[in-house]
C-alpha cells in the first residue's frame, strides 16, 4: 500500500458514506411528505391532523438541516485532511517546541476549539430558530452561554488529565508492544468512572434534580420496583422544562450509584398509571441486562479499534495519505477519531437493531409488571408532545432508529 492508495480509499469511503446518508434523508423527507396528508389509521382516533402535520414539517425541517450540517462537514473533513488543515495547525504548535505530550494537546485542543466555533452556527440554528419555531426551545442565550462554558470548563479539568496519560501511554510502544492494551484499560476504567460520576455529580451542575414526593405516585413507584426486586439511590425530577419542552424518563449510573431520572415536562403530562409504565420500560432494560451488554460491545468495538489503531500507527504512507507528514501519537489519535466515522456508519444498522431488540424486551417486561394499555397512551403523548413523525421512511428507520417506529412500537405493545 502507498500513500496514494490510502487516498483514494479515504475518497471513496466519503462519497460512500456521504452518498448513503444524503440518500436516506431523501428518502425519509419524501416518505414523510407523501403521508403528510392523513393520520395514519392506527392513530385515527389518538392524534389530531393538526399535530399530525406538526411532526411531520419538524421532522422534515430538521433532516433538511441535517443534510446540510453533514455537507459542511463533509467539506471541512477534507479541509483538514487532504487541504493540509491538520498539517497547518501541527506545524504551528509544534514552533512554540513545547514537549512532545504538550504539543499534542495543544493540537487536539486547538482542533477541537475551532471545530466547537465553526459548529456554532449550526447549534445556534437548530436551537434557536428551528426548535424555537416548533415551540420547543425554552433556553434562553444567556444559559445557552453559561452552558457552553460550563461544559467546556468540565471537560479541560476531567478531559485534559485524561489526555495527557492516554498521550503517555501511546509513547511507550517504543519500549512496550502492549501500549494499545493499556489504553485500552484506563480508556475503559475512565469511561466506568464517568458513568459511576455523571447521575451524582456532573448532571446536578447542569440541572436541579429533586427526589419525588408526591406520596400517591411515590407509593406506585416504591412497590412497583419492590415487585421487580430492583434497588436504586432514588427516583427523581429534573427541571428539563428549563430548557426545552421535550419529555423523556432515563436510568443513569451503576452500581450504589443507580438513579432513575423523569423529565417535569414528562411528569406533567402523564397520569400516574402511565408513568408507572413508563418506568417500567425503564427497568425493564436493566433487568434484561441491556446496560451490561452495551458496556460489553462498547469495550469489544474500543479494543477491535485500538488494536487496529496498534497495527497502523507506525505506517507512515497512512499519515501521508491524510495529508500529515509527521508520524505522531497526537495525529494518530486524531486521523483516527476523524477518519473511523467514514467505516462505522456501514455498521449504523446493526445498532439500531441491537437497540430495537431491547426496546421490545423492554416493553414486553413493562406488559408483565403493569397494565401494556398505560405504556400504549403514555407512548402515543409522548409522540404528540415531541412530535415524532409516526410515518418514517421503513429504511431510513431500519438503518438509524433506536427504538421502533411508532405503529410497530405501539402495535407489539397491543399484542402482549
Ligand atoms: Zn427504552
Redesign the pocket.
Known amino acids: 500500500m502507498t500513500a496514494s492508495d490510502i487516498q483514494t480509499s479515504f475518497i471513496f469511503l466519503l462519497i460512500a458514506s456521504y452518498t448513503l446518508q444524503l440518500w436516506l434523508s431523501r428518502r425519509h423527507i419524501k416518505h414523510i411528505q407523501d403521508h403528510r396528508a392523513a393520520v395514519p389509521a392506527a392513530f385515527a382516533n389518538k392524534i389530531s391532523l393538526e399535530a399530525h402535520q406538526k411532526a411531520a414539517d419538524y421532522t422534515m425541517t430538521r433532516s433538511k438541516f441535517g443534510m446540510l450540517e453533514l455537507s459542511f462537514a463533509s467539506i471541512l473533513l477534507v479541509i483538514w485532511t487532504l487541504g493540509g488543515g491538520l498539517q497547518l495547525l501541527d506545524d504551528f504548535m509544534r514552533s512554540f517546541e513545547f514537549s512532545p505530550i504538550l504539543t499534542g494537546i495543544a493540537v487536539i485542543f486547538g482542533l477541537g476549539l475551532i471545530s466547537g466555533f465553526l459548529d456554532l452556527p449550526f447549534t445556534l440554528y437548530k436551537t434557536f430558530v428551528i426548535e424555537e419555531k416548533f415551540g420547543f426551545n425554552r433556553l434562553t442565550l444567556k444559559m445557552f452561554i453559561t452552558d457552553t462554558l460550563k461544559s467546556t470548563a468540565i471537560m479541560l479539568v476531567i478531559g485534559l488529565p485524561f489526555l495527557y496519560f492516554v498521550l503517555w501511554l501511546m509513547d511507550l510502544r517504543d519500549v512496550s508492544p502492549y501500549w494499545w492494551l493499556y489504553v485500552w484499560g484506563s480508556w475503559f476504567g475512565f469511561s466506568m468512572l464517568m458513568m459511576w460520576l455523571y447521575p451524582a455529580f456532573i448532571a446536578p451542575i447542569f440541572n436541579k434534580f429533586t427526589p419525588l414526593d408526591e406520596p400517591e405516585l411515590k407509593s406506585k413507584i416504591t412497590q412497583l420496583l419492590e415487585r421487580c426486586g430492583f434497588t436504586s439511590n432514588g427516583v427523581f425530577i429534573m427541571d428539563g422544562s428549563k430548557r426545552s419542552s421535550h419529555g423523556n424518563a432515563y436510568f443513569t449510573g451503576f452500581g450504589s450509584n443507580k438513579r432513575i431520572v423523569f423529565f417535569d415536562t414528562l411528569l406533567n403530562s402523564l397520569q400516574h398509571n402511565e408513568i408507572e409504565a413508563v418506568l417500567a420500560?425503564?427497568l425493564?432494560?436493566f433487568k434484561r441486562n441491556?446496560i451490561k451488554k452495551r458496556i460489553f460491545t462498547m469495550a469489544l468495538m474500543s479494543l477491535g479499534g485500538l488494536a487496529l489503531l496498534a497495527w497502523l500507527i507506525d505506517q507512515t504512507f497512512i499519515y501521508e495519505g491524510l495529508g500529515v507528514s509527521q508520524v505522531s501519537s497526537h495525529m494518530a489519535l486524531i486521523l483516527f477519531m476523524l477518519v473511523t466515522p467514514l467505516i462505522s456508519i456501514f455498521l449504523t444498522p446493526i445498532f439500531s437493531l441491537m437497540s430495537r431488540k431491547?426496546?421490545f424486551e423492554?416493553?414486553e417486561f413493562a406488559a408483565e409488571n403493569t397494565d401494556a394499555n398505560n405504556l400504549i397512551t403514555a407512548l402515543v403523548k409522548l409522540y404528540e408532545e415531541n412530535s415524532n413523525t409516526l410515518t418514517p421512511d421503513p429504511l431510513y428507520s431500519a438503518f438509524y432508529d433506536s427504538?421502533p417506529p411508532a405503529p410497530v412500537r405501539v402495535a407489539h405493545l397491543a399484542r402482549l
Do not use: N, V
Request: aromatic share 0%.
Open positions: 420500560h425503564e425493564g432494560h441491556h431491547h426496546e423492554a416493553d427504538h
